[in-house]
């Protein structure tokens, strides 16, 4: 429990601004080449909707922090997203972003991009202004929280998204099937999950704050989604190129699961 207590302090030197300059910048945010980290997640999260077998009326998205991204191809498929996350400042950032404040990150590439990839003719504006209007709630979470929400969200959600967070968030593997399980009970039995997250790293960087990452397999997260009670869909895996490894993190590669909760017996 105090290793718990150790992360969630580690996380009060979280850099927001540096996170994003270290993971959605260039090189890691090159459009030029779907090669690049980046549009392989984008393209991941738009195949998967792409199948139009998710879809339903509220989407939760588990640890957003201060992106976006993870949301650009659910956006078409839910009537409303809630965002979560465990610091203040990261949940600050997403609602100047809702508002179209000034000094936000810019997201325009990516939405531009992803409309790109959907090849449905959209105007990016469009989806931009889509996404602000169904970010309804932006709410704090703790998923080492049997109930992460607290007393928030009474009906489970009809999709999860959740990126990033959990290997991210756990001191050790037993912490993270526990996160694993807890998220969980925000979804509806049926509901649809994707996951993504990286593969063997040990630390990351936000400004001052080094993070510690509890290292995960492929075979690990399959295994942690099999013994939650999901079926997969679909897996995937990316493997970080040279000219990506750029000192911000020690990570191996990237992985996305498409998943579904078990129907109740
Ligand atoms: N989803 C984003 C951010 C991932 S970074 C992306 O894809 O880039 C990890 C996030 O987990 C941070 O925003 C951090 O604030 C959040 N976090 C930290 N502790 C947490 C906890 N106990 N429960 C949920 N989220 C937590
Ligand atoms: N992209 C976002 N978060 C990341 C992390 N912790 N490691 C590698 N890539 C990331």
Redesign the pocket.
Known sequence: MSS?IA??ES?QK?NPRA?LQN??MPPRADFSSEDCVVPWKLRCLAEAFATGKIHGHTLI???????I??LLSACDHFEEIIA????AV?REVLRRWVQGEPDAFDWSPYIKHVCRIEGKGEQWKEKEKKLREKLKQILP????QPK?LGSELCHPADAMV????LE??SPDWPSFER?LQNITTLLKPGGHFLL?GALEESFYLAGEAK?SVVPVREADVKEALAKSGYQIHDFRSYVMPPGLKIGVDDVSGVFFAHAQKKPMA
Do not use: E, K, M, R
Not at 61 to 67: M, Q, V
């Open positions: 718990i992360v969630g996380y979280f996170y993971n959605y998205d588990i640890g957003t922090g201060p992106t991204y993870q979560t996350d465990y610091l990261n979470i703790d998923v080492h992460p959740s990126t990033f967070c991210a968030v996160a993504i993070l």
